[in-house]
């Protein structure tokens, strides 16, 4: 186990199919119309409430974030999924400060200010 020092954070999202994406549009305006008592005449209202629901649900499905180590003048990224992370949010570790990581395969495993680790997939090493 080393002390390498935390860089940076990003985050990146992806899209559905849009055939996908139409598709559960149409099943979510259905649940919508049904919901709602069956009420007639508001197809173009059920359907733009159901593209709102169904786009933050793809965005936060497919939401990746990545933490950014270096050790022994390497670095590595390692994504992880928010919703998998036991509560971790960006900005816990200080750009620049030192932090254990334990390495295993193609996954890396940061210690955080609170004891717990941050399990990470390995997407990339630079150097």
């Known amino acids: 186990m080393g002390t390498p020092s935390y860089s940076d954070s990003a985050s990146v999202a992806s899209s559905p199919l ?4 139409h598709d559960a549009v149409r099943r979510r305006a259905e649940e ?3 919901r709602s008592g069956r009420v ?4 173009a209202e059920n359907w733009r409430q159901a593209e709102i629901e169904i786009r933050r649900e793809a965005e936060r499905s497919t939401r990746r974030s990545a933490v950014v180590v270096k050790v022994n003048g390497v670095q590595y990224v390692g994504e992880y999924r928010p919703e998998r992370s036991e509560g971790y949010l960006p900005g816990e570790f200080r750009p620049g400060a030192p932090v254990a990581v334990r390495l295993d395969g193609n996954k890396m495993f940061v ?3 609170n004891g717990k680790e941050l399990e990470t997939t390995v997407v990339q090493k630079i150097g």
Request: proline share 7%; aromatic share 8%; glycine share 14%.
């Open 32 to 34: 919508i119309y049904i």
């Open 18 to 21: 849009a055939g996908d994406l």
């Open 40 to 43: 007639e005449g508001r197809d």
């Open 111 to 113: 210690k955080r200010p």
